[in-house]
């Protein structure tokens, strides 16, 4: 085996044995909450485009720091399917389709909605702290940006995959990813890579809560024996990684 077979193994044995395991035996059973958001998300563009829709979106679904804070956390679960009207769909889609789907194998769909909506409530929240600090601050952000309408699924797209990721050992993926957010505010600072890092930090202290829990509660041997036991599912097989906790059961 070679030597890049075998880090993709150990990255993503135990999340690919996971997934593996859902998909051939419910089908698109596995999956009905990201299929259900991969919908929505394309009538929402849909209708967003229309000459009679756009309005008709934004006062559903369309979230702004200007905006009363009980307008915008009643409005923040749709948002996270409203696409920026303005960019293709398709890739939203996509990531919807492929993240949303491998975290509702891996969590269900109740966690992976719950996630999501953390990330996107951290992006939100910041955008109103940031315009609060002003341009003079690190983090803070010019008052003009009190118009511009908040990230939609890519929030919870990132935050999604940075969780997914970290709970089953990709280690490597989570901090690309993460990395790759970093970039994104550094090459082109603006209120959507900056909800970004809002989103994967409040990610980290749920990664971070989640592993203390587990620590005190369960303790490690109890995990390593779990992951083991999956990695010997298949004769010969061995999952890679491990987060020394055990996989989240549906």
């Given amino acids: 085996m070679g030597t890049l077979a075998r880090w993709a193994r150990e990255e993503w044995g135990l999340l690919y044995v996971t997934v593996r395991e859902a998909l051939p035996k419910r089908r698109l059973r596995a999956v009905p909450m990201a299929l259900g958001a991969v919908c929505l998300t394309a009538l929402l563009q849909y209708v967003q485009n229309q000459s009679w829709g756009y309005e008709l979106v934004q006062k559903a679904g369309g979230v702004r720091a200007e905006d009363p804070l009980w307008l915008a956390l009643l409005r923040t679960p749709l948002s996270l399917f409203v696409p920026a009207p303005d960019l293709p769909v398709w890739g939203a889609l996509a990531q919807i389709l492929l993240v949303f789907g491998i975290a509702e194998v891996c969590m269900g769909w109740w966690r992976t909605l719950a ?36 990230t939609g699924p890519s929030a919870a797209v990132v935050g999604l995959a940075v969780f997914v990721s970290w709970r089953y050992g990709a280690y490597l993926t989570s901090g690309a990813v993460t990395l790759a957010m970093v970039a994104e505010v550094l090459v082109k600072e603006n209120l959507a890579g900056k909800e970004h890092l809002a989103a994967l930090m409040a990610v980290g202290m749920l990664c971070l809560a989640v592993a203390l829990r587990h620590r005190r509660g369960h303790g490690l041997e109890g995990a390593y024996g779990r992951l083991l036991r999956v990695g010997q599912r298949r004769p010969g097989s061995r999952a890679g990684g491990g987060s020394g906790l055990p996989p989240i059961q549906s």
Avoid at 125 to 147: M, N, S
Wanted: avoid cysteine.
């Fill in 115 to 150: 996630i999501a909506y953390v990330a996107t409530l951290a992006g939100t929240l910041y955008a109103r702290i940031g315009i609060t600090l002003g341009t003079h601050a690190p983090f803070g952000l010019p008052w003009t940006d009190a118009q511009v309408v908040d």
